[in-house]
Structures are given as structure tokens and as C-alpha cells.
């Protein structure tokens, strides 16, 4: 069978593309191996026993910004110790622990309050993030939507922000509370594209649950996404973010 000029074109292109990704990993492997070796011996060093650094994203790419992963026995100031010391190891971009707390190194004594819960708010009391009926596919004035919110969120990186999907109460209530969390995730996977750090998202559904004071639990105004800011840690502009213990 002869095959078509742009369908060659295609597979060529896909070809290279595939290679190059290829090889841009194996780059990346060998670039991130020092680092961790010595992040390792850092850790060691430290007196950080039990604890390990992985130079890999949840989808197993190479990263200079490693997890650190256990230590929860390690006394506060034993883990601060350990964090600085791989975050000093040259070419780490950042450091997180697993448990998604990340501090900022910081030397001031006093931080202004952050204010990222009052502009969402202030943005979702006459409008709300909208979906499809029955689905997780946001309706195209919800991304623009998003685009404020995840602009008002972007002061409070470092926070523990929860996303909660709500459903008013048509339909079995099993349905309704899967179809709240695909809600809230696919909210959180839009954060995400949008600059906001996976690690401080977490995303819940309680179905029909928890209706808006004053609606019956069959308005269809209960649809909706609610945030809160969990937890705020102040961010500080510095060429490699250092934190802390917790």
C-alpha cells in the first residue's frame, strides 16, 4: 500500500518528537545522578536517618525538585536541618516533604496577612464555577473564572488549600457524591495547568451533604465549588526555596 505524502510527514515528526523526548530524559537522568548522590549524603550528614530524597515526579520524570520522604520519627529542628542541607546541594531547585509541608527560608520577624480566602470569596458570591449537567466538564465562562481564582491563590503558595464539590440532591446520593469529587479534581487539575502547586491541593467531594444556608437541597444553585485556605505559610522570593520542618 503506498502511503500518503503528509501521513509520512506525520510519522516523521512523531518520530523525531519521540526521540527527543527520549533523549531529553536520559539528559536529565544523568544531570540529576550527582544531585542525588549528594543530596543522600547531605541527608546522611544531617543525621537525617530514615530519610530519602526522590529526584522523580509522580509520573517518574527526572526533577531537581525532590521529595523528601520519611524522617516523621526526626525531631522539628533535626528536619530543618536536613531540608537546608539538600536544598544547599548545587542545582536543587527546591525542596518538599512529603506530607506536603514546605516552608520558605525567611529572616523577617513579621509577615503581612495574606488575604487569598476573602478575594476568592469575593469572587464566587455573585458568580460561581460552573459544569456541564451530570458531568465534570466545566462550562467555558468557568475557566475565565479560574483564571481569577487561581490569580488570588497565587499569594497564599505554600498554603494547604482544600477544593469541595457540591451537588444539590436529584439522583442517588453514591452518584452525587462521586460526581462532586470528579467536580473538585477536575477544579484542581485546572489550578494546576494554571501555575498553582499540586502539592498544596486537595481536592474532596460531600455530594449533596451540606446545601447553601437558606436553599432547599433540590435548588440547583447547591452545584458548586467551595475553597478553603487550610493552612498559610509565608512565601518569600529567594533563589532556592529552603523549608522547614512542617
Same mark, same amino acid.
Not at 46 to 74: D, K, M, N, Q, Y
Not at 124 to 130: N, T
Given at each position: 500500500?503506498?502511503?500518503?505524502?503528509?501521513?509520512?510527514?506525520?510519522?516523521?515528526?512523531?518520530?523525531?518528537?519521540?526521540?527527543?523526548?527520549?533523549?531529553?530524559?536520559?539528559?536529565?537522568?544523568?544531570?540529576?545522578?550527582?544531585?542525588?548522590?549528594?543530596?543522600?549524603?547531605?541527608?546522611?550528614?544531617?543525621?537525617?536517618?530514615?530519610?530519602?530524597?526522590?529526584?522523580?515526579?509522580?509520573?517518574?520524570?527526572?526533577?531537581? !525538585?525532590?521529595?523528601?520522604?520519611?524522617?516523621?520519627?526526626?525531631?522539628?529542628?533535626?528536619?530543618?536541618?536536613?531540608?537546608?542541607?539538600?536544598?544547599?546541594?548545587?542545582?536543587?531547585?527546591?525542596?518538599?516533604?512529603?506530607?506536603?509541608?514546605?516552608?520558605?527560608?525567611?529572616?523577617?520577624? !513579621?509577615?503581612?496577612?495574606? !488575604?487569598?480566602?476573602?478575594?476568592?470569596?469575593?469572587?464566587?458570591?455573585?458568580?460561581?464555577?460552573?459544569?456541564?449537567?451530570?458531568?465534570?466538564?466545566?462550562?467555558?465562562?468557568?475557566?475565565?473564572?479560574?483564571?481569577?481564582?487561581?490569580?488570588?491563590?497565587?499569594?497564599?503558595?505554600?498554603?494547604?488549600?482544600?477544593?469541595?464539590?457540591?451537588?444539590?440532591?436529584?439522583?442517588?446520593?453514591?452518584?452525587?457524591?462521586?460526581?462532586?469529587?470528579?467536580?473538585?479534581?477536575?477544579?484542581?487539575?485546572?489550578?494546576?495547568?494554571?501555575?498553582?502547586?499540586?502539592?498544596?491541593?486537595?481536592?474532596?467531594?460531600?455530594?449533596?451533604?451540606?446545601?447553601?444556608?437558606?436553599?432547599?437541597?433540590?435548588?440547583?444553585?447547591?452545584?458548586?465549588?467551595?475553597?478553603?485556605?487550610?493552612?498559610?505559610?509565608?512565601?518569600?522570593?529567594?533563589?532556592?526555596?529552603?523549608?522547614?520542618?512542617?
Amino acid at each position: 500500500m503506498r502511503i500518503r505524502p503528509a501521513l509520512a510527514i506525520l510519522a516523521g515528526a512523531v518520530l523525531v518528537a519521540a526521540s527527543g523526548y527520549a533523549l531529553a530524559l536520559s539528559t536529565a537522568a544523568g544531570f540529576i545522578a550527582p544531585m542525588d548522590d549528594e543530596a543522600q549524603a547531605a541527608i546522611a550528614k544531617a543525621g537525617g536517618r530514615g530519610v530519602t530524597a526522590r529526584f522523580t515526579t509522580s509520573e517518574g520524570a527526572p526533577s531537581r !525538585h525532590p521529595l523528601l520522604i520519611g524522617g516523621g520519627r526526626l525531631s522539628l529542628e533535626t528536619r530543618a536541618r536536613v531540608a537546608k542541607a539538600v536544598a544547599a546541594v548545587d542545582g536543587v531547585g527546591g525542596v518538599f516533604w512529603s506530607d506536603g509541608t514546605v516552608r520558605a527560608a525567611n529572616t523577617e520577624s !513579621h509577615y503581612e496577612p495574606l !488575604h487569598c480566602q476573602d478575594d476568592v470569596d469575593g469572587l464566587l458570591r455573585s458568580r460561581s464555577i460552573r459544569f456541564e449537567e451530570g458531568s465534570s466538564r466545566m462550562l467555558p465562562a468557568s475557566q475565565l473564572l479560574l483564571d481569577e481564582v487561581a490569580a488570588s491563590l497565587r499569594p497564599c503558595l505554600g498554603a494547604i488549600i482544600s477544593i469541595t464539590g457540591h451537588t444539590d440532591s436529584s439522583g442517588a446520593e453514591p452518584g452525587n457524591i462521586a460526581l462532586s469529587m470528579q467536580r473538585a479534581r477536575a477544579v484542581r487539575e485546572a489550578l494546576v495547568r494554571r501555575g498553582i502547586p499540586r502539592d498544596g491541593l486537595r481536592a474532596r467531594g460531600v455530594g449533596s451533604a451540606k446545601p447553601v444556608e437558606g436553599l432547599t437541597p433540590d435548588d440547583p444553585a447547591n452545584r458548586r465549588i467551595e475553597f478553603a485556605v487550610i493552612r498559610t505559610e509565608p512565601p518569600v522570593p529567594t533563589p532556592v526555596d529552603t523549608p522547614g520542618a512542617r
